[in-house]
């Protein structure tokens, strides 16, 4: 049985919780004296905790380990945890930065100190290099959190003059917090980069008698044309595929056009996506400008 973990090792062997010989035979360092088991993959929470450790309990945690710990399911517990903290002389797969925090801006998530979801979305459109990153980290936030686009401004407001803020305004023009996955923001920005309007999320369709027939990820009301990305649970859970037959001719007999996106149609047709989408929103009469497909090594991927 293990002990809980990651702990500090020296806390650990003071207090037997852990005696050398253990943590020699099924631990090892995450962090300088911070501790694992051995073989173990943490998870983006774990990481955050055992950076939050190796800070001696000082660190904020901050940026995407904020992010995990707010509830985001999305974040890589690979990649390395983040700080604010006053000691710039991190060990790998650790980012600290020395950043002002104004008042408000953290609460305590039992005893560890992390930023609160307004300035995590600040410091993630700040830091991630990708637009397309950015706001996709920034949607999920929004969307287990209830985070709007104005709280994130006003945290802007409290730090003039930081780097990073036009990259953070151009990123908060395309947040929606109604994205349930990461590839349905890229759906969604792919839509937004061609140049068609931007599509409602998460619109609930309901029949003629008032019953609910559907939630829908993103849609074009007036249109009644819809886009739904089908991940794997929709090819290989039986019973999720059944009612995605039943739940799409309710809408066709609603009078809705249903486009559906899969991962590979995003990432190898792109441009076939974009056709369908803008096809049939001109075939319900929708007037459009040229559409124009922003390649991924241009602006999607920036």
């Known amino acids: 049985m293990t002990a809980p973990w990651p702990f500090i090792g020296t806390e650990?062997?003071?207090?037997?919780?852990?005696?050398d010989r253990a943590i020699r035979r099924d631990y090892e360092q995450l962090y300088p004296g911070v501790f694992v088991p051995r073989g173990v993959e943490p998870s983006a929470r774990q990481r955050a905790e055992?950076?939050?450790?190796?800070?001696?309990?000082?660190?904020?945690?901050?940026?995407?380990?904020?992010?995990?710990?707010?509830g985001v399911r999305w974040v890589d517990g690979r990649a390395p945890a983040e700080l604010i903290y006053d000691n710039r002389?991190?060990?790998?797969?650790?980012?600290?930065?020395t950043e002002r925090l104004a008042a408000g801006e953290?609460?305590?998530?039992?005893?560890?100190?992390?930023?609160?979801?307004?300035?995590t979305a600040f410091d993630v459109g700040r830091h991630t290099a990708s637009r397309v990153s950015a706001v996709q980290r920034i949607d999920a936030l929004a969307h287990v959190t209830g985070l709007t686009v104005i709280e994130v401004g006003a945290v802007a407001a409290d730090h003039p003059g930081v780097r990073g803020l036009r990259r953070l305004r151009s990123v908060l023009e395309l947040v929606d917090g109604g994205a349930e996955s990461p590839q349905e923001t890229v759906a969604r920005l792919a839509l937004v980069d061609a140049g068609l309007p931007p599509p409602r999320t998460q619109l609930r369709v309901f029949g003629d008698a008032g019953e609910f027939v559907a939630r829908l990820d993103m849609a074009y009301e007036?249109?009644?044309?819809?886009?739904?990305?089908?991940?794997?649970?929709?090819?290989?859970?039986p019973a999720v595929r059944q009612r995605d037959i039943d739940r799409h001719f309710a809408l066709a007999e609603l009078g809705w056009l249903v486009i559906r996106v899969s991962r590979d149609l995003l990432r190898y047709r792109r441009p076939t996506y974009v056709a369908r989408v803008e096809g049939a929103l001109r075939e319900r009469g929708f007037a459009l400008p040229t559409v124009k497909f922003v390649a991924d090594h241009q602006r999607l991927a920036s």
């Open 50 to 70: 055992a950076a939050w450790l190796w800070s001696k309990r000082r660190g904020v945690v901050a940026g995407q380990s904020a992010a995990a710990l707010l």
């Open 89 to 97: 002389k991190t060990p790998s797969r650790l980012v600290v930065r």
């Open 222 to 237: 007036d249109a009644k044309v819809a886009v739904e990305y089908d991940g794997a649970q929709h090819w290989t859970d």
């Open 12 to 19: 650990a062997r003071s207090s037997a919780v852990v005696g």
């Open 106 to 119: 953290t609460f305590a998530l039992g005893s560890m100190r992390v930023t609160t979801a307004a300035r």
